[in-house]
């Protein structure tokens, strides 16, 4: 693994590390939803809250089944790294963290959501803003609206794609 692979891998992993522990739990995944939710205006009862919560359960379900190679119920950086990259693992437990993510930041439900939602979603979700706002821009139509679709897809190779060509670099810098 090249150290600039090793450096997005630690940063994804800090972001999901919500409280800074050095270890993930359900907790962070729970807090990461609260989060965006109350960043969005969304209240717990919201139905694209709960969507939200229902697969970030799923996304720490999944990772604890495969990561947590202790059993002590947390997932360290090293155990996060031993199945990251996995394209079965994130069709089968992150893609639909990665539509809600997308859902929720659509208010309007027409698949494309506005500059200042995608904003908001990433900046609740940890991203620096003008690493947010530089990805926006890669993925911005001339109005400056994002397809949800490609979202989705962006989000599927920021979680895979370790190409120096990702414009989730941008993200990070």
Same mark, same amino acid.
């Given at each position: 693994?090249?150290?600039?692979?090793?450096?997005?891998?630690?940063?994804?992993? =800090?972001?999901? !590390?919500? /409280? #800074? $522990? *050095?270890?993930?739990?359900?907790?962070?995944?729970? +807090?990461? @939803?609260?989060?965006? &939710?109350?960043?969005?205006?969304?209240?717990?009862?919201?139905?694209?809250?709960?969507?939200?919560?229902?697969?970030?359960?799923?996304?720490?379900?999944?990772?604890? =089944?495969?990561? !947590?190679? /202790? #059993? $002590? *119920?947390?997932?360290?950086?090293?155990?996060?790294? +031993?199945? @990251?990259?996995?394209? &079965?693992?994130?069709?089968?437990?992150?893609?639909?963290?990665?539509?809600?993510?997308?859902?929720?930041?659509?208010?309007?439900?027409?698949?494309?959501?506005?500059?200042?939602?995608?904003?908001?979603?990433?900046?609740?979700?940890?991203?620096?803003?003008?690493?947010? +706002?530089?990805?926006?821009?890669?993925?911005?139509?001339?109005?400056?609206?994002?397809?949800?679709?490609?979202?989705?897809?962006?989000?599927?190779?920021?979680?895979?794609?370790?190409?120096?060509?990702?414009?989730?670099?941008?993200?990070?810098?």
């Amino acid at each position: 693994m090249t150290d600039a692979i090793a450096q997005r891998l630690r940063a994804r992993f =800090e972001l999901l !590390d919500v /409280d #800074g $522990d *050095g270890r993930l739990r359900h907790d962070d995944f729970t +807090a990461a @939803a609260d989060r965006v &939710a109350a960043r969005l205006g969304l209240t717990a009862d919201d139905p694209k809250t709960r969507t939200l919560h229902q697969a970030m359960n799923r996304f720490w379900a999944g990772l604890r =089944e495969h990561a !947590d190679a /202790d #059993g $002590d *119920g947390t997932v360290t950086l090293a155990e996060y790294a +031993a199945v @990251a990259g996995d394209p &079965a693992g994130f069709d089968a437990h992150v893609a639909d963290y990665a539509r809600a993510m997308v859902g929720v930041c659509d208010r309007d439900n027409d698949g494309v959501i506005g500059r200042q939602e995608f904003l908001d979603g990433l900046n609740a979700l940890g991203f620096a803003p003008d690493g947010a +706002a530089l990805l926006h821009e890669s993925l911005a139509e001339p109005d400056g609206s994002v397809p949800a679709e490609a979202w989705v897809r962006s989000i599927r190779a920021y979680y895979l794609d370790p190409a120096d060509a990702s414009p989730n670099l941008l993200l990070h810098g």
